[in-house]
């Protein structure tokens, strides 16, 4: 089997996500609730896709570039006043060191295999102080620890996620934001068990419960600087 191109990992990743509904998905609101609670800034959208994130910001008044392989989704992101560039970032992110404030890596890591490269980059063109806000998911979610225990291969590996080639624990994804640099603020996760799209008020409970301890639940999210 021949090995996967750049191309073919970011159009995995596009076609996984595109589809996904801000309203609905706990890990990108919580992130944009977090950066709505920061002074506004220039932000890079690392695999913005087709801005369906970045958007939510620029009609706030935020300064947003966006990065991505694919020219069609690039072109959809400019429509939405993105400052999108299409580039393949395994080589390298095209900007000057320093010049974000923030940057958001929303699931995009999982999608590279030199992820210490990725982190570097990330906190190249990050101005001093500035804030990452990085998501993954969490390969020791309560889910995936019950499958496997039962033999059953984790949710997070499954033929539709098949361009995840680099999974995280806890421990594993700080001890590589540290390493590189990076001092962890806090973390964050998504949902314990399901969110509130498949159950409103519980759901509500159970997002809520995933940030007081996040090392189980489904991903991990922390804003670092």
Known sequence: MPAKTATDLQVGFTETYKGNVLEKNPVFRKCLDYFLSQPKGKLLDVGCSDGYFSEHLVRRGWECHGADLGEEYIKKARKK???????????????????????????????????????????????????????????????????????????????????HIRLFTFEQFERDLEGMGFEIERWMSSYFLFSRARMKHVGKIFERLSDLYPVSYTHLTLPTN
């Open 81 to 163: 006043g993105i400052k999108a560039r299409a580039q393949d970032l395994t080589k390298g992110f095209k900007y000057q060191d320093s010049s974000f404030e923030y940057i958001f890596a929303g699931e995009i890591i999982e999608h590279f295999l030199d992820t210490d490269f990725f982190l570097s980059e990330c906190h190249r063109v990050l101005k001093p102080g500035g804030i990452l806000v990085i998501t993954t998911p969490n390969f020791t979610y309560l889910r995936h620890r019950i499958e496997m225990l039962f033999g059953i291969y984790p949710v997070c590996m499954w033929p539709r996620y098949k361009s």
